[in-house]
């Protein structure tokens, strides 16, 4: 029989240990991470166990009378432990479905953790999905590179690195996130957006998280032409936020820094992954963003949103 608590701010360091025995989850689960904007969602986070010890945990806010796992990250779903079977996570769902009825919940928007974030295989969320009804709302497109399996830079992408090498582009890693987060503010605003993180938050999570939060950049002759933020997982490593430059797209400083960070700074890891190229959840592809990807290798891995009616 499972024992199913909200989870409390006091449970912190029991939440953050169970993220990291768990299969599915990583730096976007710890409580550190998930808390930095706390007061813009209404927690509703659960910690589930069983004969006394953690098994998973099921990150949660509440907007009206939906549940969303979780309203502040990409993706969340129910964290579990390999001691969490196929039984038990059924029964897990059932008394997630228990809980958040008796709440007054309508239904619960859940956003699966894509399978190259996994530790181990950890599809069972997917089947109890099934089996409770719910269904595929909404699926976006992400790429990703198999570093451990063969992949192949697209010829126009090594003469990109050919030209920023020759632009006398240089990589480095640190630096400035001042000066990063600007020149990623100027191009977001030609596209209408914004960075998701202020400057004051991004500098917040990387204290909280330096060897897990890391700034790349490419510079030439001083100057600040392109960056990467990257977010650590151990098994894989995801771009959170890239920029160029005006400068920088002519000496094609983001494509070598890119290129050093796949072949050599991240290479002993198992993917390498760049984010999702659709628009309008899901329903629109950015043709040309996703080509980008794809020329260093990359291939698609889906992120699905299923809707459970409570």
Known sequence: MLALEPYRPGDADAWDALVARSRTGNLLHRRGYMDYHADRFVDCSLMIARHGEAVAAFPASREGDTVISHGGLTYAGLLSTPALRAEATLEAFERIGEHYRAAGVRCVRYKAVPWIFH??????DLYALHRLGARL?????SSAIALQEPYRFAPAR???LRHARNAGVRIGTGGDLAAFHALLVEVLRRHGAAPTHSLAELRLLQERFPRQIVLHTAHAAGTLLAGALVYDFGNAVHTQYLAASEEGRHTDALSLLLGELIERVYADRRYFSFGISTEQEGRVLNGGLVT???RFGARA??????????
Do not use: N, S
């Open 119 to 124: 530790a181990y295989p950890a599809e069972e």
């Open 158 to 160: 090594r003469r990109d």
């Open 301 to 310: 891995v889906v992120h699905d949103f299923y809707e459970w009616t409570l």
């Open 137 to 141: 709302v909404r699926r976006d497109l």
């Open 292 to 294: 980008q990807k794809e």
